[in-house]
Every structure is written in structure tokens, then in C-alpha cells.
């Protein structure tokens, strides 16, 4: 632990896979004594998860996405990276940060490049197995590269990397008693649950395969919590009305760790995020990747975890309701299989990553 107080800068913002994890640190690393800084993008997502971390300031810089390189668009794109780091200059003058840390998205990149000007050292972390374009721009001008996993080492061969793992936030630290955390579903014990997630790319394509397989999930004695995204939410809980499948849905829920902690089996994207979380609770998984993710990195996240033998793959171009109901039916009626499954997510990320990273960001001020 750093002896002296430091003041960290944490760019984190644009999705939920980038803002949960640094939240994950910025906890860690006011636990230790150091004031915090975190730096997001204009978005909604960001505005109401910070509504739960009032006790952390926050700067919201203009949301930047990349457009392709021979477009019209690049103008403007560049206009908003300058305009962002003239903003994030005027904070340092301010704020005068010992360290700036980004844990990916464009968001990120002009507090980097504007700490790489100060000459203030600068590290990322890159929480997905294909690195994204904005890790790949800001490894140059950091001192060090931090890894959710092994495999995305290979996009930083002139950089320095350490594997951490992708941290989790504070509230999915603890995990409730399972018939405890179906009550609060109203949901009933006896059943197996799967819970049914989307992330904040889109669910709409794991919403209909779903659909088409309500009726059977309900005559295999199973139940549901299923987190729609804002557009499905109506049309989620008439369908299983009318299937008879007990179901508990939501366009969110905020205390993820009561829906993991009920949980027999996850149907997901693949999201580095969510796949953390997923390891961090041990459980069963169905992947269905987001079939837009930049480079199609969700597919790449989700062949570790088919690899170690922890989850299952449906890709949803080539799933139907025959197909992924197949699947679902069998995993809820393999107990032993769902358990081995668990055992091996848990042992895919550390469980202290939030520790690992708090460290480095100390080590890199140390040297």
C-alpha cells in the first residue's frame, strides 16, 4: 500500500462494462486513503449509475464513438477528442492527478493523452479477450497495459502487461442464500431459475429466443428473471403469461447480486463484464454474443469460458426455438453438469481484481 495519498484519475465511462469495473477500483482505492477522480461520458447509463456513488466526484466529457477512418464523420470525431482533452487539461490544472487510469472506450482516450502531455503515468485496462480500438490507440502513450485475460496480450507487444482480472463492484462481494434471493422475485424455491440478461449493447435477440422457448422451460419445471432491456418488457411478461412460465421481469434490477444469488443457470451476452460477474457467483452459463461487438470480441470472450468447460455457446444467427430449447432443457435437468460448470467459471477470474488493479496504479506511482 502507497504510503503517501495520491490522487487518481479514473476514465470510465460510455457502458456499463467500463463503468462498473472502475467504480470496482475507485472503492478500492478510497478504501486505501487516495482521493478519486472519475472521469465518464455524457450518457444516461453513466448519470444513473453514479446516482448510487455520490461519495465520488465525477467530470462528464463529450460521448465519443469512432467512425470509420474514410468518413465525413472523422472531422467531427476529432474535433470532440480535442475538445475532451482540452477539458481534461483544465481538470488536472485543477486537480493535479498522480495517476490517470482508463479502463477502455473512447471515453478514455483523452484523459490518457492528456496525462501522457502532463507527463503524468498513465496505464489502461483492457477487460476483453480482442482489444478495442481505444486501448489499442492509448497502450502507446501508458506505461503499462492491465489484462481481464491472458489472450488479449498479444495487441500489446510493446507494452508492458499484467494480468488482473476485471474487477467487480462492492455490492456482488457478498452472495445471499438462494431461497432467500428467489423470495425476493417472488418466485418459488422449488423451481430452477434462469436468470436472462441482455447487457447494455442489446438484448433483443436473446428476448425472442427466449420467447420461442417459454413453454418448454415451463413444462421442464423451470422459472425465470429476465432483465429485458426498456423495449421488451410487456411483450416478455404477456408471453410467459400466456406459456405459463412463472417469471419475474424487469428492464433492470440494480441489486444484481440477489439475481445472481437466485440463479441456477444464466443466459447472457458476452461481455466482459457479465462473464466476471458470471465467474464471480460460479455459475452455469448459456453465451449468446452480441452479434455487433466491435471485431466480434463477445465471441472471442465467450470461447474461454466454452474452452475451460464453464459455459455453453449459442450463436444467435444460427439458434432457433428447437435448437436453444435443447440446450436450456438439458442444462436444467444435468444438476452435476450445471455444478462442474460453475466450478469451472469460478476458477476463470480472480476474485481480487479489484486489488490487483488498486496495486499496480500504487506500483506505477511508486516507481
Known amino acids: 500500500m502507497s504510503e503517501k495519498q495520491l490522487q487518481v484519475v479514473i476514465a470510465c465511462g460510455g457502458t456499463g462494462g467500463h463503468l462498473f469495473p472502475g467504480l470496482a477500483v475507485a472503492q478500492e482505492l478510497r478504501r486505501r486513503g487516495h482521493e478519486v477522480l472519475l472521469m465518464v461520458s455524457e450518457k444516461e447509463i453513466d448519470t444513473m449509475a453514479l446516482r448510487a456513488y455520490p461519495e465520488f466526484r465525477a467530470e462528464r466529457l463529450p460521448s465519443i464513438g469512432m467512425p470509420a477512418l474514410i468518413s465525413p464523420a472523422m472531422v467531427r470525431f476529432l474535433r470532440r477528442v480535442w475538445e475532451s482533452m482540452t477539458i481534461c487539461l483544465e481538470i488536472y490544472r485543477r486537480f493535479r492527478p498522480s495517476v490517470v487510469l482508463g479502463m477502455g472506450g473512447f471515453t478514455s482516450c483523452p484523459p490518457i493523452l492528456a496525462g501522457w502531455r502532463k507527463r503524468i503515468p498513465c496505464l489502461v485496462h483492457e477487460s476483453n479477450a480482442i482489444a478495442g480500438k481505444a486501448n489499442r490507440l492509448s497502450a502507446r502513450f501508458v506505461k503499462r497495459v492491465l489484462l481481464g485475460f491472458e489472450e488479449a496480450k498479444v495487441f500489446f507487444r510493446e507494452t508492458e502487461c499484467v494480468f488482473t482480472g476485471t474487477p467487480v463492484r462492492d455490492s456482488l462481494e457478498k452472495r445471499m ?191
Open 177 to 367: 442464500e438462494r431461497g432467500e434471493a428467489v423470495k425476493k422475485f417472488g418466485l418459488d424455491v422449488e423451481r430452477k431459475t434462469v436468470l436472462v440478461m441482455g447487457g447494455s449493447q442489446g438484448a433483443a435477440g436473446i428476448n425472442q429466443l427466449m420467447f420461442r422457448v417459454a413453454g418448454r422451460i415451463a413444462a421442464k419445471g423451470g422459472q425465470v428473471i429476465h432483465l429485458t432491456g426498456e423495449r421488451d418488457e410487456q411483450l416478455a411478461a404477456a408471453n410467459y403469461m400466456r406459456e405459463g412460465l412463472p417469471a419475474y421481469v424487469s428492464p433492470f434490477y440494480d441489486r444484481m447480486e440477489e439475481a445472481y444469488s437466485a440463479t441456477d443457470l444464466v443466459v447472457s451476452r458476452a461481455g466482459a463484464s457479465s462473464l466476471n460477474e458470471i465467474s464471480h457467483f460460479g455459475l452455469a452459463s448459456v453465451l449468446v454474443p452480441y452479434p455487433y461487438a466491435a471485431d466480434n470480441h463477445q465471441e472471442a470472450n465467450a470461447k474461454i469460458f466454452v474452452r475451460q468447460g464453464a459455459a455453453e455457446m449459442a450463436i444467435e444467427s444460427e439458434s432457433n426455438a428447437e435448437t436453444f430449447g435443447l440446450l436450456l432443457e438439458n442444462l436444467l435437468m444435468d444438476d452435476s453438469r450445471r455444478k462442474e460448470m460453475g466450478e469451472r467459471a469460478a476458477k476463470l477470474q480472480p476474485r481480487d481484481a479489484a486489488r490487483r488493479v488498486a496495486d499496480e496504479v500504487e506500483r506505477i506511482c511508486e516507481r
